[in-house]
């Protein structure tokens, strides 16, 4: 079984993990609860779209069950900041939901349209460092992406626990795989004065 299955049906029914999760604490009249609901159950239903359009290999290759159901279980600590807001009725104020919507929409914009740059460049030239456009913003572009998109839904939480997850994802699983990453591409020629004119994270700042 591929581990794409296991992530493609979390980030899928995310969308109902927080319907549920309306309906056992009745936050049916709770507006931020539903712009969460509409931002996060969307970036769900995107992510599996992006897995059958232009799927990244990474995520496509074959695991056990064991790990599988680990990777699965692990993803649902994505499931706390919408359990913290709901569970407490949390009622973000306007100026809030603006910026959350607003740092949501840009996270999605670098997200996909970067691993979308990624996956035509490999197809078409495999073997070249891909360098230019979003790639020369940051060596982790879309990992970027994904940090503004889940800050949004923190952020809708209105309360720091809800970073807790992020924070873990962060120092557990990204810079790990940065620094993979890296090591990888430093094969490729002209790695090294790529790394010199970018940065690893944040562009033009780290």
């Known amino acids: 079984m591929k581990l794409n299955f296991f992530i493609d049906t979390h980030k899928g029914i995310t969308f109902l993990a927080i319907l549920g999760m309306m ?17 996060h159950g969307v ?16 995520w496509h290759r074959k695991t056990s069950l064991w790990f599988g159901l680990v990777s ?6 994505y499931w706390i900041p919408p359990w913290l807001l709901v569970s407490r009725g949390v009622q973000a104020p306007g100026w809030l939901l603006a910026v959350a ?21 490999l197809q ?34 209105m309360t720091p626990l809800a970073l807790i997850p992020l924070g873990l994802f962060i120092v557990f ?10 090591k990888v591409l430093a094969q490729l020629p002209g790695f090294e004065a790529y790394k010199r004119k970018t940065r690893a994270f944040f562009p033009f700042l780290f």
């Open 72 to 77: 699965w279980g692990a993803l649902t600590l």
């Open 23 to 39: 309906a056992y604490y009745h936050q049916w009249d709770n507006l931020t609860a539903w712009v969460y609901l509409g931002l």
């Open 173 to 182: 699983f990204w810079i790990p795989n940065m620094v993979r990453k890296d």
């Open 124 to 157: 078409l030239h495999p073997d070249i460092l891909i360098t230019d456009q979003f790639m020369a913003l940051s060596r982790n572009i879309n990992y970027f992406g994904e940090f503004l998109t889940y800050l949004a839904f923190a952020l809708l939480a």
């Open 101 to 121: 919507v607003a740092v949501n929409a840009l996270g999605n914009f670098f997200h996909f349209t970067s691993d979308m740059q990624k996956f035509i460049s």
């Open 43 to 58: 970036y769900g239903i995107l992510w599996v779209m992006k897995s059958y359009l232009f799927p990244d290999p990474q």
